[in-house]
């Protein structure tokens, strides 16, 4: 599909599992956003990968969040030792570089909830 | 601290009726984007406005973007149960050199037949 993809659509674990989130950006796109959404709420922003750029960690809550962004396409968000409050729905952007235009693109987000 | 600060968080209106959702912030944007969400989807974009002043209309929605870029309206005539959603307001800041979006909390808007 043309679109941004994101896998899987649901994941429940146990408090303390670490976890891995998939996002496949459209093909071409040089920026990618991870989102943290809570029931109803607005977005969080997590990290901003554009380009060969250093990412733009600012905004993971905590250590045990990492992501990372292979070749310039995939990323991979981890949650490492789940905790309850880590549950939520993760989004994950992607958009062209300022020049084109910035509107972003979103997958369908994965719920998360940690027993 | 939050640079865009969306009202009201919720709205619940009848069929008919007309709303406004304000965007506010003490920052400068070079662009501002409306965002809409459906439950268990990701946003969708429904405008960008890069012109301090401009008005865009998409069919019943009307945006506009403030004179000094530093706020937006999202006004819906004559609302309808299929405009329920949440609607998200995001800018790029002058001062980024990036491009990274900021989003404003969202405004939860429900449409009764």
């Known amino acids: 599909g043309a679109g941004v993809s994101q896998s899987p659509s649901n994941k429940v674990t146990e408090k303390g599992k670490d976890v891995e989130l998939r996002c496949d950006p459209i093909?071409?796109?040089?920026?990618l956003y991870w989102y943290r959404q809570s029931l109803g709420q607005g977005l969080e922003f997590l990290i901003y990968?554009?380009?060969?750029?250093?990412?733009?960690k600012s905004g993971l809550p905590s250590d045990r969040f990492s992501a990372e962004r292979t070749g310039g396409s995939v990323s991979t968000l981890t949650i490492q030792r789940t905790q309850q409050e880590d549950s939520a729905v993760y989004l994950c952007?992607?958009?062209?570089?300022?020049?084109?235009?910035?509107?972003?693109?979103f997958g369908p987000g994965t719920r998360l909830t940690v027993l | 601290t939050q640079l865009l600060e969306q009202s009201p968080q919720f709205l619940s209106i009848q069929e008919g009726e007309n709303l406004t959702v304000y965007c506010n912030s003490s920052?400068?944007?070079?662009?501002l984007q409306w965002y809409r969400q459906e439950p268990g989807e990701g946003p969708v974009l429904l405008v960008t406005?890069?012109?301090?002043?401009e008005v865009k209309k998409l069919k019943r929605l009307t945006f506009q973007f403030g004179d000094a870029r530093k706020d937006s309206s999202l006004h819906i005539t004559a609302a309808q149960p299929g405009d329920t959603g949440l609607y998200l307001c995001?800018?790029?800041?002058?001062?980024?050199?990036?491009?990274?979006?900021?989003f404003g909390q969202g405004t939860t808007l429900q449409v009764k037949p």
């Open positions: 952007a992607s958009s062209w570089d300022r020049r084109r235009g910035n509107e972003q693109f």
């Open positions: 093909s071409g796109h040089t920026a």
């Open positions: 990968f554009q380009g060969n750029s250093a990412p733009d």
């Open positions: 920052s400068v944007f070079s662009s």
């Open positions: 406005v890069v012109t301090g002043g």
């Open positions: 995001a800018g790029a800041t002058v001062s980024s050199n990036t491009g990274k979006l900021i």
